[in-house]
């Protein structure tokens, strides 16, 4: 199946910088998606994003299918940015398989 | 609107008993996943519905876990004889055919003693 591999693990900013995490999947993807586990556990939805640019505030997602990456971009960072960024892609099968993770923490 | 409801919250049981856990997904929404998190593993796939069927129960751990899915809408996830590695947060999803976003529940944290 999919492999997916995010970078980096750990990521600490201090309020107000602005960061990149990264996402690279091992075959064409169908769903790509990138998620915030906020510190109560829950999956938010942040992009659905199997090719293109999307934006929603101070966040963005470049996702380059042929090239097998995907960047999700959080400008102005603020402390309840803190928390596991998961990316999260679907080939020919339906169900997501995630990476392991970014965990990011801001600092005020 | 509701977004994806899962049920108890948080379960505490002993080794060896059987537990149920249940999802409600977005009404309208035609597919149904279960996933779960733990410690060693991160997230993982467990089961897909679509519609009422499953045609993707690959990622089953075992034989003692089972789900179905009723009326095209609330999925049981059951676990027979629980043992000490089913403990994690056990996560469903939904989605519709178009497109695939899948949205998360919050998601039941099982304990198992």
């Known amino acids: 199946g999919i492999q997916v591999e995010q970078s980096p693990p750990d990521l600490i900013l201090q309020e107000g910088a602005n960061s990149t995490l990264r996402c690279n999947f091992s075959?064409?993807?169908?769903?790509l998606q990138w998620f915030h586990q906020n510190p109560w556990g829950q999956l938010i939805n942040l992009f659905y994003i199997p090719s293109g640019t999307k934006q929603n505030g101070r966040l963005s997602a470049t996702t380059v299918a042929t090239e097998r990456y995907s960047l999700l971009y959080i400008s102005s960072s603020q402390t309840t940015d803190s928390g596991v960024y998961f990316c999260?892609?679907?080939?020919?099968?339906?169900?997501?398989?995630f990476g392991s993770g970014t965990q990011l923490t801001v600092l005020p | 609107g509701a977004g994806v409801s899962q049920s108890p919250s948080n379960k505490v049981t002993e080794k060896g008993k059987d537990v149920e856990l249940r999802c409600d997904p977005i009404?309208?929404?035609?597919?149904l996943y279960w996933y779960r998190q733990s410690l060693g593993q991160g997230l993982e796939f467990l089961i897909y519905?679509?519609?009422?069927?499953?045609?993707?129960k690959s990622g089953l751990p075992s034989d003692r876990f089972s789900a179905e899915r009723t009326g095209g809408s609330v999925s049981t996830l059951t676990i027979q004889r629980t043992q000490q590695e089913d403990s994690a947060v056990y996560l469903c999803?939904?989605?519709?055919?178009?497109?695939?976003?899948?949205?998360f529940g919050p998601g039941t944290r099982l304990l198992v003693l």
């Open positions: 075959d064409s993807v169908n769903n």
């Open positions: 999260a892609a679907s080939g020919s099968a339906r169900q997501l398989t």
């Open positions: 009404s309208g929404h035609t597919a």
């Open positions: 519905f679509q519609g009422n069927s499953a045609p993707d």
């Open positions: 999803a939904s989605s519709q055919p178009r497109p695939e976003t899948q949205y």
